[in-house]
C-alpha cells in the first residue's frame, strides 16, 4: 500500500536525525557526521547501536524505534545485508528519509545486490519515506544546519549540487567554500535507487533558494526526462553539468562506483549545447566556473581581457593562457600606451597587453592603470595577476597591512563600479609552508570582498570563457 | 682589440660577487641577492653603491674599481644610461662576466636601447668578459654558493636549467625543489645580447655536471644554429623546452619581455618531435616532466598504469584524466580481481582498475595490493592516488606516525624494487590552512624517499605520457 510521497522541501529540513551504525570506536564517516552535526549545534542528533550507551558525549539508542523525539532523517552505515529490518524500523517511526552511506548494493555486480534494492525501495514505498542512495554521504544543507563534512561552510548561499559522488559532493563545498561559494542544498544520491538527478534537478529549478545548479552525473536511466528536466533547468538558470566516466576507464570505475551504465559523452555535449547548460570536465572545473558565474560581477559582456602581469615570463604564459582558452587580449592602442608610460616606468615594463610593470607598488598606481585599462572599449574584463612570487612580495613587502591591501581592495572595488566591467584576480599558492599563511590572508581579503579567485591561469581563462559564452547565448 | 673569450666553466664558479646599484632602503632584487648570497654563505659579497658605506652589514664600496679583493662576476642594478662607464671599471677590475638586472634596453622598443646594447656588447669583448642578460636575473650555481632567490636548494643536481625569463629561472628551482629537483645550473639569459640559449645549450650538452636539460625560449635569432644546437644536445640527453610566446598575446608580450622575434611554435613542435625533445607549454609542465624524468623510476616501459583510487567519484576523474592525457588503464582480468576480493573488503570497492577500496587502512594492506598490481604484466606504473580527503584522514588517523607513514614508504619502496616498475604518488593540497602542514609532510617524506610526487592529476598523467613517449623514441 502506497503512501502520499514526502516532498524533497521536507526531507531538506528535518528536525532530527538519527545515525545507524555509528561506533564510539570506529573513525567512518558515521562518526565524522556525528561529529559535524555538533559542531554545526543541529538542535537532535540520535545515535544508533545496540552495542553501546554513548557515542561522542550523546545518548546512542539500541534502535531507531527507541529514539525518544521526532526522527525525520536516519542515516544509515551498517552492511548491506541488515537494511530490509532497519527500513521496518524507519517506517514504523514515520520518517520522512533514509540515506544510506552503506555501499554493497548493485553497484558490486552481485544479483543480490540488485534484489536487496528492489526490496528496500518497496519498503520505502510502503512506508511513506524516500531513500537517499544508496552509496552516497547524503544532505548538505547549511540553512537546516544539515552538515556531512568538515570544513564546509555554514552559511547558506544560491547554488544547488546534485552529485553522484559522496566525495564530489564533499570536496565542492570544502574546496569551494574557501573561495566564496555558498550553498543551498547539496545532494550526493549515489545509486539513485530513489531520489535522482532528474526529481532533484526539477526540483532545483522551481526552488526559490536555488541561483544556480550544478550537477556531477555518472549515468542516467531516462533519457527522454533527463533531457526535458535539462532544458527547463537551463532555461531558468544557470546549469553546469560534469559528465563523469569520459573514457573506458572512467567508464568503469563510474560502473564499479555506482552501476552506472553511463551514457556517451557526445550526448551529454549535444545536449549541453542545445539547452546553454555549461559542460565542464572535472569538480575543479565546476568551481572555476561557479567562481566566474559568482564573483565575475558585472557578467563581462565579450571575451576581451586587459591582464596586469607579474613579471616578463609569466606575462608571456598569461597571453598564451588566455587565448588558448577562447579570450581575446586586444592590443593596446598608441594612445593607451602612452597613458601608461606617463603613469608607470618604462624600464623593464609591457604596455601592449598584457600591462607588465614592475612598480605597481602602491595602491594609487594599480588604481590608476586599473582605471586607464577600464576605460579601453575593447575591454571586457581585467585580470590581475598577483603570480608566482611570494605573496609578501607584491606592493614591495608592503602587503598585509591596512595601508596596501585595504586599499588596493578599495579601488579595484570601485573600478568595478565606475566602470561596469569585473576585476578578475589569479593568485598562486606558494611551494611549501613559507608564506602559506600571507597567501590565505590575501585569498581571503579578495574572497570577501567578492571578488573572483582563480589559483591557477588556464582554470581561470576556461572558466572565463565558459562565463562569457553562455551568457552570450542566453541573450 | 678582441682578448680570449671566458669560459661558461669560469662564469660558472666565481670566487667574488659585485653587486652594483644595490641600497640599503630598497627592497629589490639587488638588495634581494644580497640577502640570499649571504645566507648561502658565499665568500666574497661586496655591494656596491656611492652613497652608501654599508648594505645588510657589508662593506658598500663607491665603485667596481675600489672593490680590494677578487671580482669575476658583477650584478648590475643601475639606470641602462649609467651602464657604459661601470663596463670600464668591470674591464679595469678583469671581472669574467657581467649580469643586468637592468631593463630598457632593446625591448623597450626605443632605437636608443638597441644602440647602447651595442655599445655595450663592444665594451664586453674589448674587456674580455661576457655579459649575461641584459633584463634577466643572471646565474643560480648552488655548487658554487651562487644563488638569486629565496627558499631555492643550495644542494647540487643533475638538471640545467636555461631561461630566458628572469621569473621563470627562479620560480622553477623553487616550487621544483619542493618536489626534489636539483640542478647543476640555471641561467636567466634575458636579451642574450652575448651568451645565448644556443651556446648554453652547446654548453650542457657536453657539462659532465647535467644530465637533463630544460630550457624557456621566447625566440631564437639563428634558426639553423639552434637546430644543430638541439639535435646535439637530444641525442645525448633529454631535453624539455617550453617555448613562451604560442599566440599573439603571448608573441607580443615576449617581445615587449625581451624583443624576442619569436619564431612560431609549429616549428618548434616539428623540431621537438624531429629531435626527440619535449616539447611542453608552462613551468608547471616542465616541473612535472622533469618529476617523470628523475623520479618514475625506472622508466615505465608503456602506458600501462595500475591506479589505486581514493573514493569512487574521484576514482572515476582518475580514469578519466589518465585516458585523455593518453595513458591507459587496462582492465584486471578475473583473476586478479579475484585476488583483490580475497585481500580487501567487497562493499564499496572497485576492483577493475582504478582500483579502489575504502579500507586500505594498514601499511599491510596497501603492500599487498601494490604487490598484486606490480605483477600483474600489462601494468607499467602504479599510481597511487591519496586524493581530496584531508591526508590526516589516510590511514584511518594512522598518518603522520612511525606506524604508518614510514612503513608505507618502505612497502613501496620494496614493490618498485622488486617489480622494477615505478610507483608514482598523487597527493593534492588542502583547500585552506587546516591539514596544510600534514600535506607537506606527507609530501616531504614521499619526496625524501625519491618518488615522483604531483598535486594534479591531469599533470601527472601528461607528464608520464610524454616521458614514456620520449624513452620509447630514444629506444
Known sequence: MEQKSVTLD???????????????????????????????????????????????????????????????????????????????????????????FTAGFRESGYQEGAELEKAMLKKAKEGGFRIIGPNCTGLYVPKSRLVNYFNIPLEPGPIAFISQSGGHANNLPRYGGCRGLRFSKV???????????????????????????????????????????????????????????????????????????????????????????????????????????????????GTGVAFIGAGGGPSVLAGDEMEKEGLSLPRFSEETQNELKKLLPVAGSIFTNPLDTPNLATPEAIATALGVLSRVPEIDMIIYHIGFHPITSWGMGRFGSDVFLKPVIDAMLEIRKSSGKPVILAIRPPADLVGMEEFFTCQDAFVAAGFPVFNSLGMLARALFRTVRWSRARR
Do not use: W
Request: a negative charge; charged letters at 20%.
Open 187 to 301: 545532494v550526493s544520491y549515489g545509486n539513485a535507487l530513489d531520489v535522482d538527478e532528474i526529481e532533484l534537478m526539477e526540483y532545483f529549478t522551481q526552488d526559490g533558494e536555488t541561483e544556480i545548479i550544478a550537477a556531477y552525473i555518472e549515468g542516467v536511466r531516462d533519457g527522454a526526462r533527463f533531457r526535458k528536466a535539462l532544458e527547463e533547468a537551463a532555461a531558468r538558470k544557470p546549469v553546469i553539468i560534469y559528465k563523469g566516466g569520459r573514457t573506458d576507464a572512467g567508464l568503469r570505475a563510474a560502473h564499479g562506483h555506482t552501476a552506472s551504465m553511463t551514457s556517451s559523452v557526445a550526448v551529454f555535449d549535444a545536449l549541453c549545447r542545445q539547452y546553454n547548460a555549461i559542460l565542464v570536465e572535472s569538480v575543479d572545473e565546476i568551481i572555476d566556473t561557479l567562481v566566474a558565474l559568482r564573483f565575475a560581477s558585472p557578467l563581462p559582456k
Open 10 to 100: 521536507e526531507i531538506f529540513s528535518p528536525r532530527g536525525v538519527a545515525i545507524v551504525g555509528v561506533s564510539p570506536l570506529k573513525l567512518d564517516f558515521a562518526q565524522l557526521i556525528v561529529y559535524t552535526l555538533k559542531e554545526a549545534q543541529f538542535p537532535a542528533i540520535y545515535p544508533v547501536n545496540p552495542k553501546y550507551d554513548e557515542v561522542l558525549g550523546l545518548p546512542c539508542y539500541p534502535n531507531v524505534r527507541a529514539i525518544p523525539g521526532t526522527v525525520d532523517y536516519v542515516i544509515v552505515s551498517i552492511p548491506a545485508g541488515s537494511t530490509l529490518a532497519l527500513l521496518d524500523d524507519c517506517a514504523a517511526k514515520g520518517v520522512k528519509s533514509v540515506q544510506f
